[in-house]
């Protein structure tokens, strides 16, 4: 069993920062792919980022990417998503996901574990 707990979220300018983390626990992640999903009021889970554990490999959602950067603490269990340039339409409740499959691996479905989320809200 994996436990993943998100904070960092919080209300934000557009133009401004916000670091997200995701930490985990219970089974190790040395053979996990981790993800970071977004869902906004009315609107399906979608996927923004992810990275395999292993190797480092990232994924970027179009709409974020060379905006937000993906990271990894191998020693800390934990997740990073920084957040740049946010815009309005950044605002979701970013959750952070796992799965034991592969990084090229982008859909929610298959994402088996996952966190409460956390609220960004970014004003105009």
């Known amino acids: 069993q994996v436990q993943l707990v998100e904070s960092g979220g919080g209300l934000v300018q557009a133009g401004g920062s916000l670091r997200l983390s995701c930490t985990g626990s219970?089974?190790?992640?040395?053979?996990?792919?981790m993800g970071w999903f977004r869902q906004a009021p009315g609107k399906e889970r979608e996927f923004v980022a992810n990275?395999?554990?292993?190797?480092?490999?990232?994924n970027y959602a179009g709409s974020v990417k060379g905006r937000f950067t993906i990271s990894r603490d191998n020693a800390k269990n934990t997740v990073y998503l920084h957040l740049n340039s946010l815009k309005p339409d950044d605002t979701a409740v970013y959750f952070c996901?796992?799965?034991?499959?592969?990084?090229?691996?982008?859909?929610?479905?298959?994402?088996?574990?996952w966190g409460q989320g956390t609220q960004v809200t970014v004003s105009s």
């Open positions: 996901g796992a799965t034991r499959m592969s990084v090229a691996i982008m859909t929610p479905l298959l994402y088996g574990f």
């Open positions: 219970g089974r190790t992640f040395t053979s996990l792919t």
């Open positions: 990275i395999g554990w292993i190797d480092g490999t990232t």
